[in-house]
């Protein structure tokens, strides 16, 4: 064999006891996982590499279900803050929103859109413009030898809205709505594992739930699933997981509820509201999933809190009204008074919303303060701070949003259907500490020093049950057979390294990760391995 982990207390995925065992490798897979096998002295599975792991738990690789890392695997070749994690896999073209399938008009529209998630991607060459060519890039990334960890795809539905569309908020033609079935059908035949929306952000919230339902039917038949950032997390919230819940089953679609959350000082205390909605659907037949951060803060960008009319036209448009003194005296009223859709329906409080990063490196003096903060300090209102900073910083500013409830968080991560997922941006100076550090802050506070899952549930839920999801059958446990994307932890000391203070500090307490069976940690290091290739769709439709 390539290599033999001799003595590893394995916690295989399955959610069943730990045990003791030797795991070879070889070419890529496990090839045999030996329990017990000092204790009973039986002949012992030799390699070419012997990997002592006393006091070190072996368990899959895990799978990150919610990931914005789509131009970051194409520009870093390192990428710890995913891989020192043990992240082997991550799913990305997330909240409707990524980089195929595109024209290039759309293209220039979606760069500048999201310009506060994965930065403008002036330094990436955009030489694709299908879900396939965007794969095959990740393929064959940084001189062909491929990315630092695996990624999975999503049809991103506000990005094909785009294209067929545009950005006007009206119903589509039956002719555009054909093109837009068009579209995700064939990203999913190009490999993409199901579809994404960001029913927050535009274009893809102009969209009824009669067209959302035509194409979730579309990528039922690819055998795929819907995650979609609902419409609410705040005012509305359960009505949105309702109206997910419904849409999906008459579609006859999976569904993944994406970073589940029940934030707001209206959604105190109701995270078992969500679960028993859940648990309803779940017990009359429905296929559903969902994945969070052990977080409470959330992230997103300053001008995703605008009004959806105020976004109406693309980024063009939303900056001329904000140039505009009247109308932006509207969406003033609507943010701080009605509580705009953009902001879940809930009047946005400015001492919770916090700079983390911006485009423009001269407005850094913004980051790590609330937009209250840089009010005060410049004797002003805070939405003539906050407007002035969409303007100058070109729409490119990124926010922590200081609205959740650690009760909902623990609530929710206990559930049986529940997966991880960082929801990690990774661009701007202060940027949200999930990003380098959920899987381990899950392993160390959650697990360890909170007791909210044990060990072994925990693992399931962030290996076993995400690979089920995306329809992975060799993924997701230590198991014979299966690839050896495998991580090695001690579990009295993992935990997440970043905080709000130091946010890109990587993790403790995780020595080894491997993909493809090659160390891409290896004692606490990076080593220079690219493993990472695209995961395609394992059916087909």
């Known amino acids: 064999m390539d290599l033999v982990i001799r003595d590893a207390e394995v916690v295989d ?15 890529g897979r496990i090839t045999a996982v030996v329990q017990e096998a000092a204790a009973a002295g039986c002949l012992r599975p030799e390699a070419r590499r012997v990997l002592d792991a ?18 970051a695997l194409l520009r870093d070749p390192d990428h710890s803050a995913k891989a020192a994690q043990g992240v082997t896999l991550e799913v990305i073209g997330q909240d409707g929103l990524s980089y195929a399938p595109v024209d290039d008009r759309t293209l220039a529209e979606i760069r500048r859109a999201i310009t506060g998630w994965n930065g403008d991607g002036d330094d990436i060459d955009f030489t694709w413009r299908s879900v396939g060519g965007y ?18 795809y999503l049809v991103p539905q506000g990005a094909v809205r785009m294209l067929a569309v545009g950005w006007d908020d009206r119903e589509a033609t039956p002719a555009e709505l054909d093109r837009m079935r068009q579209l995700v059908a064939d990203g999913l035949r190009e490999g993409a594992v199901g579809m994404s929306s960001g029913l927050t952000y535009t274009p893809g919230m102009y969209a009824k739930d009669a067209e959302l339902t035509e194409l979730c039917r579309v990528v039922a038949e690819y055998d795929g699933y819907y995650c979609p950032h609902h419409r609410s997390y705040g005012a509305g919230a359960l009505d ?11 579609a006859g679609c999976p569904l993944h509820l994406a970073h589940a959350t029940m934030n707001f ?9 969500l679960l028993a909605l859940l648990d309803k659907a779940l017990a009359d037949g429905a296929d559903i999933s969902l994945d969070t951060y052990p977080y409470t803060p959330g992230c997103t960008t300053l001008v995703a809190m605008l009004p959806s009319w105020a976004n109406e036209g693309g980024p063009e448009s939303v900056l001329a009204r904000l140039k505009d003194d009247g109308t932006a005296e509207r969406i003033r009223h609507h943010m701080e008074v009605v509580g705009a859709d953009g902001c879940h329906g809930v009047p946005i409080e400015w001492d919770t919303i916090e700079i983390s990063g911006v485009n423009d490196p001269a407005l850094s003096s913004y980051v790590g303060r609330t937009v209250q903060q840089s009010a005060d300090a410049r004797g002003e209102a805070p939405w003539t701070t906050a407007r002035r900073l969409l303007l100058d910083d070109g729409l490119g500013s990124t926010i922590l949003q200081h609205v959740g409830h650690e009760e909902n968080v623990q609530a929710i991560m206990r559930h049986r259907v529940h997966t991880g997922g960082s929801d990690g941006i990774l661009r701007g100076d202060k940027p949200h500490p999930r990003a380098y550090g959920t899987f381990p802050q899950y392993l160390g506070r959650y697990v360890r020093e909170l007791g909210v899952l044990s060990l072994e549930e925990c693992v399931a839920h962030l290996t076993s049950r995400p690979a089920a999801r995306l329809r992975l059958p060799d993924r997701g446990l230590v198991r014979e057979g299966y690839r050896a994307d495998l991580v090695l932890f001690d579990p009295q000391t993992v935990a ?4 709000f203070d130091a946010p890109r500090t990587l993790p403790t307490g995780i020595p080894h990760v491997l993909i493809d069976g090659r160390f891409v940690i290896e004692d606490g290091r990076r080593t220079d391995v690219l493993a990472g290739r695209a995961v395609r769709r394992t059916t087909t439709g």
Do not use: C, W
């Not at 006393?54 to 131009?71: C, N, Q, R, T, Y």
């Open 13 to 27: 995925g399955s959610g069943g006891p730990s045990y003791r065992a030797d795991v070879g490798i070889e070419g």
């Open 54 to 71: 006393e006091g070190l738990v072996l368990s899959p690789g895990f799978i990150d279900m919610h990931a914005h890392s789509d131009l």
């Open 135 to 152: 794969l095959d890039r990740l393929d064959h990334g940084f001189g062909g030898e491929g990315i630092a960890v695996n990624a999975a």
């Open 240 to 250: 949105a997981y309702r109206e997910m819940v419904d849409l999906t089953r008459e």
């Open 265 to 273: 000082g209206v959604n105190k205390g109701k995270g078992p509201d």
């Open 496 to 499: 997440a390294g970043s905080t």
